[in-house]
Each structure stands twice: as structure tokens, then as C-alpha cells.
């Protein structure tokens, strides 16, 4: 890569700025430097940013999420810059044909008299499509939010005309840092659409991300303890009648902070209350997590051999958490037992934390060489953890300027280098080292508890696998 | 509805087309706004941005910045980053953000020019316009910086840079370069539309032939006087060579070199496989056996296409459409500017043997069962992709 820096700007004498766990965990989380306080400089763009900059680009932004509702399709009101790479979506299975613009001018903004063209727009947009939709979606970007425009008037308006569900979502990029980001705002226009209608106890959503849980998490096994037998999430709602009846769960369980204002107005408008989890890869801080969520529902755990003599049919699975943590921990043995030598580089397009992620690594004696990720104020218990553990590991912005100068895979191992073996988890930390292996770990199904902590770790395992004889030529693999 | 598109996703806008003119200038490029369009420029429009880094910035605008026109701030924040970043300029670039709160362009460069010493470049694309707009505003705004600046012949002999060495090198052995405006990679069919345009320029005697937003260094800029000849490939370059006619008298060309080795080229690439020899060259003359063609393509490429075609049959009825700029003066009669996707629906309809553009049209006009070549047109598709 270094190779392709373009040559004439003279941009290489200097080098991207960090700190280490120790010096951030000294200034502690009232003094975060300005390096990560994405307010107090320009934002570098490189394709590490991507997904902060156009979270729709990669993964679920606005658009996409959008659209989770089944059978709907959206309107994007914009000037035509903002829809441009959305043709990138359309090429996404399910997306097709989903996706229509009514482009924004000059003269509109200044007269607003894009407002009235929209109940149109919907109306002729319902009109082409061979099926009608079931809902049409109103996205507005910056421009709008600049405007002041009052778009739940315009959608209701255009849901008279089109006589199909309009709602509007909102892509205000000059909002991500607010009270209520983009991503907050789309969860609680699609969820707004939930009817108030009879609760069922045996009902229970998942809210948090637009793609389902992987259907092996225990998490499941373990609501099914507790007497559930129908749990919905939104992405695998197949018809919008499905989608309809997440209104009748008797809670919510939020896996994603990014659902919790949706949350909360589906207890203030539905009465469902809701309880809320947080994604964990170490074994020992899920475990506590499920016990405090178990005795919430009121459930027993199954004692050691207890279920051996029971009928398959018991209709009643019991939940036991130490099946699932055994199986994560041995994964993890297996993987140090294998490759005790991995220096891990973590980025933030993942799905984790890459600071809880971090600490599980170094806690279980892996080497974690830098985290690229912004420090938020929540994180700073697992940065003095990490401090405490690993003073040296380096914390860098993705998006501070002078990361321009991350020397992108300088530091190869030498002959000798005890940790030749590395490994970068998230795509952003990829882009920085191209030859290590990489473990992406941003699929859009969600890995969740005990099986999501075994899943990761068994696949930075093949990945190493996969690099065997390269990694024995070095000496690295027993 | 005017406005309204239902098969196509909106084009490359302006913003991009300005960044791909400064992309390899090694600036500092700052996009002026939220993050959402910095995203869209780098990730979707800039197929360089993958493999070459460049200092470019998103302002990180936020909604109290743009409500209170905090523009100190955003002043500060470049010179913050001017200060750590070595480069040869500081461009800003628009977007639909700055455009709604009347942002003054001046005013910023007056502002940043009292902090940093480097040349300021200030380009008021909007997101609503297409980037042939916008790669035109780049040109002319950095053209008349560096007159502003009196930075003309003056660049460096110093550069460290292989790639800048191998050109001055060049350089020395001939005063005869040619330089090509508006052939970004927004604007070409694909990068090997350089490699032709730049074989076929050698092949008439120019011993270099520099593209400017394709290669060409800041340097290049600053030497841009030395060109025998400035050559715009696009409507987005025209205003540019007219310019440096006016600075210092350097002839300009408008046209697109080596459409007649393209129709070749592109048959033999995707049938040569295929086809034996004797099919291959009746294939190469099955355009003698259409009668009406229309070509929806960037003006200037479209124009010469369109001349090397009747050169295999000068009596071929060719109809030229962009959604792109269509300049007057290089008109036909029946050359159409389309604005709606209608448009052109409608003009398909109008009995045409052959049609030649991105094969992302086609699924407008399912009506339409004559000949379709694919060229594709990334600032429509967005597909990098070449070939018929």
C-alpha cells in the first residue's frame, strides 16, 4: 500500500497520532484527547472510516434498515448525491427495485416545493410497482433537517393519498452525535408502526439489529426456559402481518443501545417493557449477564446431569449456562493452546466491542497490539482494565487526520519477533495491515453470548489454520 | 414526475467530479460537510480511493455548526490539520449542507488564507448538479489559484517522487506533450480508455501526454504552460483548455482520440474468444447494417464515437443523448440534453437499429428489441466494469 501513497504531496515525513491504554486510562474519562473527539477536527476519509462516514456503504445504514419492514420500499427526497450509492444496495439480494428519488434542486430548497410534489411521488411509485407495497418509506437527509421540514405531516398526507403506511426515516448525517442519531430515529419510525393489540405472554421480541441473531445463540434456548415460544425479530419477519405482531410481546429484550429509544416508546405507546443485554466475548462476564437475565424471567437453571433422564419431548427445555460456557472456553484454549503467540489488531467496523473485545483477549494471555476505535466515556472500565493488563496497547482514531501517516504494514515481524503471528479482527483494522490475517468479523447476522464468543474464536482459528504452513515456515505454530 | 426516477439510482454528482480532479494533487481536500457525502464521494465514486491514499476530509459539519455558521471553527480545524499535514494546497468542496445555510466561499478562503500559507481552492458544487459540473469548477478554480498565486512554472525540481522523475525525464527529452482534460475515471468508459487515448496521441507524435485529474501531479499543473497541445476528452474539460488558451495560447482540441480503434478493440475483447476470424471481422462490420444509432454518452466521447462510425458508413442516421452537459456548439441537429428518465424511454422509442451506452439503460426500455452495445458510463452505473 505504502507504495500507491501518492508520491507528490510530500504528506510522509510524520506519523499517526495514539496514545496507549496507560496514557488514556491516566487522563481518565473526563480528559479524552481531542485525537478522538470527532468534533474537534476533520475527518480523515479513508476506506477504514467508511462505515462511519456512509454507514449505509457497509452493513445496515439508513437506507437499508429502511427498509426491514417486508414488502416496503422507500422514497429517497434528496438532492441526487445522497441516493448515489445506493445502487451498491440495490445489488444486495432483497434490495432490488426497492429504491426510488425524487431529486431535490436548487429551486426546491429554497421554495420547499419538493414537499408537495411527495404524496404525488408516493402515489405514482405505488402505481408501478407490479405488487403493491405495504409500506413506503420517506427518506429526508441534511438538507431537510436544515429546512425544518415537518415530514411526518407530509408522510401522513401521502398515506392518504397512496392509501398504503408512509412513514418518513430520517438520513441527517449532521445528527449522528445528537440526542437522536439516524440510526436511533429509523428504529423508532419502524417500530412506531407496531398496532396496540392483545400482549401474549409467550411472546418476546429481539430489537436491536436489522438481521437476526445467529439461530444458535443460547440465547434462545434460554428465553424457551422461561415458558417463551414465539420470538420475533424484525428481520425475519417474512410478511408485514408478522411484523405487525411484535406488538404483542409480553417484553423486549434490547441487544443494541441504538434500539433503546424504541424501546421505550414501545413501553410508553404498547405497555411492553423491556430488558436490556449487552454483546459480550468474554466467558465469565456473559455468564453473569445470563444469571442476572435468568433470574429476571425466574428461571431454574438445570443442575449438572439433571436432564439426563428426562423425556426429549419434556416441552420444557431447561437453560444451563455452564454447557455454553464450557464450549466458548475450550475454544479459546484451543486456540492459545495452538497458536499461543497471536498479537490481535482490532478496528471498530466489528460486531463487538472492540475494548471489551480487547480485554477478553489479553485476560485469556492473547497480545493486543492497538485498538482503532474512539474511547467513549462508557469504555474507560475496560480501558483501565487494559491498562492495568496491557499498558502498551496503542488506541488510535480511524479518523484523525494524521492517521493519514499509519505507516500501513511497516512493522512486519522481524526474524525473531516473538508475535509474528497477527491477526486483525474488524474490516477497518484490515485496511491498516494488509498481510496479516484478518478475521472480519462484520457479518450482518448477529453473533450473540456464549455461542457468538466460540464462533469468533474458532474463526480466527481457521484463519490461522488456513495460514499454516505460512505460520510454521515462521515458527510460530506449535 | 419531474425529478421522480424509478429505474435508475441518482448520477455521480458534482462533488464527486470536484474531488476527482484533486484527488492525486496532494492537497488537502475537504469535503464540506457531514460525513454522509465525504462517504459517498471516496466509496462509490472513487475508484482510486482504495488503492491510493490522499489527504481527504470530511468537515465533520454537525447541525449546530451549520445552524450557527460556526465557519471559525471549520477554519480552525484546517489550519489545525494544515499544521500537521505536509501539502501543496487546501481545496474546500461543497455540498448540499454549505449551499442550504449560503455559505461564503470567499469569505472561508479569505479566513484561511490568513492562517496557512498554502494556495486555497474553494469549489461551490452543491450535490445538484452532475460532476461534469463539478470536475469543470475544479479545474478552472485550481487553474486560477495557481495564476492568482503566480505558482505557474514554478514547480519544484526537487520532488522526490519515481513517478515525477520519470516525467521530468520525459519532459526533458521533448517539448511535445500533450494534456488531456476531463478524463477522470468518472469520465472514462474505463481506465483503459487512457491507455488508448494515450497510444493512439503518441501514434500522432506527441512523445507525452499527461492527464490532468488522471495522474498528472500538482507539478503538472504548475508546468502545464510547457503542453504543445491541451486536448478536452469531455464537456468538463472544455472550460479548462479554453482557459489556458487564454493564460498562454496553448491550441486546444475537443475531441475524444481513439474511437476508431475502440469499435475494433472492444469486438475483438468480447468476441475474439468466441468468434473465428471471418465472423470477427463481419461483426466488426455489422455496423454497416444499422441504419439508425443512438449513442447515450458523454458528449465529446459520444461525438467522436459517432465520427468514427461513419467513417465505416457515412450515411449511418446518428443521434447523440447525455443527462450529462451538451454543449452547444458541439450539437448536432437532433442531438438530444435529456433531463428525465422519460426522456429517454421516449427517445428509444423512436425506431433506433442500434443503441450504444451502459447496459443499466436496458432496463428502460424493455421494449426495445434492436442492437444494444455496452459502454458502460460509471458516472450512471457506477459499475467499473468495461467492455460490450
Request: with cysteine; glycine share 8%.
Amino acid at each position: 500500500m505504502d507504495e500507491s501513497v501518492n508520491n507528490d504531496n510530500k504528506i510522509r515525513n510524520n506519523a499517526a497520532s495514539g496514545f496507549s491504554a496507560l496514557e488514556l486510562s491516566q487522563k481518565g474519562s473526563e480528559n479524552i484527547p481531542d485525537e478522538y473527539i470527532t468534533s474537534k477536527h476533520l475527518i480523515y476519509n479513508s476506506p477504514a472510516t467508511l462505515a462511519f462516514n456512509s454507514p449505509g456503504a457497509e452493513g445496515f445504514g439508513v437506507k437499508r434498515a429502511g427498509l426491514a419492514v417486508p414488502g416496503s420500499v422507500m422514497l429517497i427526497v434528496s438532492p441526487g448525491c445522497c441516493g448515489r450509492n445506493t445502487s451498491d444496495i440495490t445489488r444486495i439480494k432483497g434490495y432490488e427495485d426497492r429504491f426510488f428519488y425524487l431529486e431535490i434542486d436548487n429551486t426546491d430548497l429554497v421554495t420547499g416545493r419538493h414537499l408537495k410534489k411527495i404524496p404525488d411521488a408516493v402515489k405514482e411509485i405505488v402505481d408501478f410497482c407490479g405488487k403493491k407495497p405495504s409500506l413506503v418509506m420517506i427518506c429526508i437527509t441534511c438538507v431537510d433537517a436544515l429546512l425544518g421540514t415537518d415530514m411526518e405531516r407530509v408522510a401522513a398526507k401521502a398515506e392518504e393519498k397512496a392509501g398504503i403506511p408512509v412513514r418518513p426515516c430520517y438520513m441527517y448525517a449532521l445528527t449522528r452525535e445528537g440526542r437522536k442519531p439516524p440510526m436511533v430515529q429509523v428504529r423508532q419510525s419502524l417500530y412506531s408502526l407496531l398496532p396496540k393489540q392483545k400482549r401474549r405472554g409467550t411472546s418476546v421480541n429481539i430489537l436491536g439489529f436489522f438481521a437476526p441473531v445467529f439461530e444458535s445463540s443460547e440465547l434462545f434456548l434460554l428465553l424457551k426456559s422461561a415458558g417463551v415460544k414465539t420470538i420475533r425479530q424484525i428481520s425475519t419477519c417474512e410478511k408485514i402481518d408478522e411484523f405487525y405482531k411484535m406488538g404483542e410481546a409480553n417484553f423486549n429484550l434490547v441487544v443494541n443501545r441504538e434500539a433503546e429509544a424504541a424501546a421505550d416508546d414501545l413501553q410508553k405507546r404498547l405497555g411492553i417493557p423491556s430488558i436490556e443485554l449487552q454483546r459480550f466475548y468474554d466467558p465469565d462476564r456473559i455468564e453473569k449477564q445470563y444469571r442476572a437475565l435468568g433470574r429476571a424471567l425466574g428461571i431454574t437453571e438445570q443442575e449438572e446431569g439433571e436432564n439426563d433422564n428426562l423425556p426429549e419431548n419434556l416441552g420444557r427445555i431447561l437453560w444451563n449456562s455452564r454447557l455454553g460456557k464450557k464450549e466458548a472456553l475450550d475454544s479459546i484454549n484451543k486456540l492459545k493452546k495452538d497458536f499461543p503467540k497471536i498479537s490481535f489488531s482490532i478496528g471498530e467496523v466489528i460486531n463487538a466491542n472492540p475494548f471489551e473485545l480487547a480485554v477478553t483477549l489479553v485476560e485469556h494471555g492473547f497480545v493486543v497490539k492497538e485498538i482503532f476505535a474512539n474511547p467513549d466515556p462508557d469504555y474507560f472500565y475496560y480501558i483501565d482494565k487494559l491498562a492495568a493488563l496491557s499498558p502498551g496497547t496503542m488506541i488510535y482514531s480511524n479518523m484523525e487526520p494524521t492517521m493519514l501517516y499509519y505507516d500501513i504494514d511497516s512493522d512486519e515481524a522481524s526474524e525473531g519477533d516473538m508475535y509474528k503471528c497477527r491477526v486483525t479482527l474488524g474490516k477497518d483494522a484490515a485496511f491498516y495491515h494488509p498481510s496479516y490475517l484478518h478475521v472480519n468479523w462484520n457479518s450482518d447476522e448477529q453473533p450473540f453470548g456464549f455461542d457468538g464468543c466460540r464462533k469468533l474464536f474458532d474463526a480466527i482459528y481457521q484463519a490461522l489454520n488456513s495460514g499454516r504452513e505460512n505460520l510454521i515456515f515462521k515458527g510460530v505454530r506449535r | 414526475m419531474k425529478g421522480l426516477r424509478r429505474f435508475l439510482t441518482p448520477f455521480a454528482p458534482d462533488q464527486s467530479g470536484a474531488v476527482s480532479v484533486l484527488y492525486e494533487l496532494g492537497g488537502i481536500v475537504v469535503i464540506v460537510d457531514a460525513g454522509g457525502c465525504a462517504g459517498n464521494i471516496c466509496g462509490f465514486d472513487e475508484p482510486r480511493w482504495s488503492e491510493t491514499r490522499s489527504a481527504i476530509f470530511s468537515a465533520g459539519l454537525r447541525d449546530m455548526d451549520a445552524i450557527m455558521g460556526r465557519d471559525k471553527l471549520l477554519v480552525k480545524k484546517i489550519a489545525d490539520a494544515a499544521g500537521k499535514i505536509q501539502a501543496n494546497f487546501v481545496a474546500l468542496v461543497g455540498t448540499p449542507v454549505p449551499a442550504v445555510i449560503g455559505t461564503d466561499y470567499k469569505a472561508l478562503k479569505k479566513m484561511l488564507s490568513k492562517e496557512t500559507s498554502l494556495p486555497v481552492v474553494t469549489v461551490d458544487t452543491d450535490g445538484m448538479h452532475l460532476f461534469d459540473s463539478g470536475e469543470e469548477k475544479a479545474y478552472a478554480a485550481l487553474l486560477r489559484e495557481l495564476k492568482e498565486k503566480n505558482l505557474f512554472d514554478k514547480a519544484q525540481d526537487d520532488n522526490p517522487s519515481q513517478q515525477a522523475a520519470v516525467r521530468d525525464e520525459e519532459k526533458k527529452s521533448s517539448a511535445n506533450c500533450a494534456g488531456i482534460f476531463g478524463a477522470t475515471p468518472l469520465d472514462l468508459y474505463s481506465q483503459d480508455g487512457k491507455r488508448i487515448i494515450s497510444d493512439v496521441l503518441k501514434k500522432e507524435g506527441f512523445d507525452t501526454v499527461i492527464f490532468y485529474g488522471n495522474g498528472a501531479l500538482f507539478s503538472d499543473f504548475q508546468n502545464v504552460s510547457k503542453n504543445k497541445i491541451n486536448i478536452a476528452v469531455s464537456p468538463s474539460g472544455v472550460k479548462a483548455v479554453k482557459l489556458l488558451n487564454e493564460y498562454f495560447g496553448t491550441p486546444y482540441e475537443v475531441r475524444f482520440p481513439g474511437t476508431d480503434v475502440l469499435i475494433d478493440e472492444f469486438s475483438r475483447k468480447t468476441y475474439g474468444s468466441i468468434l473465428k476470424d471471418e465472423q470477427l471481422n463481419a461483426h466488426c462490420n455489422s455496423l454497416k447494417d444499422v441504419q439508425k444509432i443512438l449513442i447515450v454518452h458523454s458528449q465529446i466521447f459520444a461525438n467522436s464515437l459517432r465520427a468514427s462510425i461513419r467513417k465505416i458508413d457515412a450515411k449511418a442516421d446518428i443521434t447523440v443523448a447525455s443527462w450529462f452537459e451538451m454543449l452547444d456548439e458541439y450539437m448536432e441537429d437532433g442531438d438530444v440534453h435529456l433531463k428525465e428518465e422519460d426522456d429517454l424511454i421516449d427517445l428509444a422509442a423512436g425506431g433506433f437499429d442500434l443503441i450504444i451506452g451502459d447496459e443499466i439503460l436496458k432496463k428502460m426500455m424493455p421494449e426495445y428489441k434492436g442492437k444494444f452495445f455496452n459502454i458502460p458510463e460509471f458516472s450512471i452505473s457506477g459499475k467499473k466494469r468495461a467492455g460490450i
